[in-house]
């Protein structure tokens, strides 16, 4: 089931949120802060209306550079394009040039809305002067460090995102605001697990059939032509021959071109719609332990063998029912959280440049 929820997300969510804009204006002393390096925030802030201005405020009329102005701190349209840039800079080989306009536009909009959301909740936090102790931030940082991939150090995820020790400090307070709002009388009842697992019985609690594999590469580029291209097939035919299970890791680490090579090849288990149709096909067709033949796909040759497999089996309530309540546990979270900020929202003075 893939919506298991970190323990960290209170303060993981904040981050992604409200950690993107340097301080706006001279007349603002938010705690606003450099950005943060979320990739998609589409949805983050959901059901913000696109008034011109809040509910029950009298109209106001905004200089040329501002884009909205939040009880008088305003975000200037500079420094919400240079946001935009620096965020669209970070993924733009991800997205299709005949999109890349649109998604600009879109993230312009998003990042607006992150900036009302985190102005409001800083001015709401230093009217009800919540503090964050450094137990509370040293806290934070374990459990950052806790949700980032093994070989990824924090301080390393900080810089690339643009995040700092006080971004952090900000986070805790805001976590600290959402409890105080909401309580923590959140947690599902069992009715609610059993329901969510029968509702969801057939889609989600499918443990999919997988395979253990490993396999050597020998990559071909796109600029290979056919004499090369013959000579790496030649390679791999070669390398085939004098693969045994004894030898097949060391071999991998001597000449595979994947990153898998610096642990023998190993791929761990896989499961269908992971890997290219070519790879697949071989790797679920084989047999346990057989070194299967050479193979085409668009990388190149490769050479794989199944070391194990897992048949398809149904997950039962009990094994579920811990990351159900998880993720039950997170969504009412969000349903609160954005009560929270409708209210803010409806005493605030939003104004949005036309």
Not at 183 to 199: A, H, L, T, W
Not at 207 to 213: A, D, I, K, L
Not at 277 to 298: D, H, L, M, R, Y
Request: glycine share 4%; with cysteine; hydrophobic share 35%.
């Amino acid at each position: 089931m893939n919506t298991q929820i970190s323990k960290s997300w209170p303060i993981i969510f904040v981050l992604m949120i409200f950690v993107f804009f340097v301080g706006c204006s001279d007349s603002g002393k938010q705690e606003a802060k450099p950005a943060s390096g979320a990739s998609n925030i589409q949805g983050s802030i959901p059901g913000t209306p696109p008034a011109d201005v809040a509910s029950g405020q009298p109209e106001q009329k905004l200089s040329g550079d501002v884009v909205v102005s939040v009880d008088g701190v305003a975000l200037k349209k500079s420094e919400l394009e240079k946001s935009v840039n620096e965020r669209f800079k970070m993924i733009k080989d991800k997205i299709p040039p005949d999109k890349q306009k649109e998604f600009k536009e879109n993230l312009k909009k998003q990042l607006a809305e992150v900036f009302v959301a985190r102005t409001l909740l800083s001015n709401e936090i230093q009217k009800r002067k919540i503090e964050a102790s450094a137990q509370e931030v040293k806290m934070a940082m374990d459990q950052i460090k806790a949700s980032l991939p093994p070989n990824k150090k924090i301080e390393d995820f900080f810089k690339e995102n643009k995040i700092s020790q006080d971004d952090i400090i900000l986070a805790v307070k805001i976590d600290k605001f959402r409890n105080m709002e909401m309580g923590q009388n959140i947690k599902p009842s069992q009715k609610e697990i059993s329901k969510f697992y029968n509702d969801n019985k057939e889609k989600l609690f499918v443990e999919p059939e997988s395979v253990h594999v490993r396999h050597i590469l020998v990559a071909v580029g796109k600029d290979d032509n056919d004499k090369v291209k013959a000579e790496k097939k030649s390679k791999m035919e070669n390398l085939r021959k004098q693969l045994t299970n004894e030898n097949f890791a060391e071999l991998a680490r001597k000449n595979s071109d994947c990153p898998s090579k610096e642990v023998g090849g190993d791929l761990s288990f896989i499961k269908k719609g992971q890997m290219v149709k070519e790879f697949e096909n071989a790797a679920f067709s084989q047999e346990k332990n057989v070194i299967g033949p050479v193979i085409k796909t668009e990388f190149g040759y490769h050479v794989v063998q199944v070391l194990d497999k897992k048949p398809a089996k149904k997950i039962t309530l009990d094994e579920a029912k811990g990351k159900i309540s998880a993720y039950l546990e997170q969504r009412k979270k969000i349903e609160a959280f954005n009560d929270i900020m409708k209210k803010l929202k409806e005493k605030a003075k939003i104004v949005y440049n036309k």
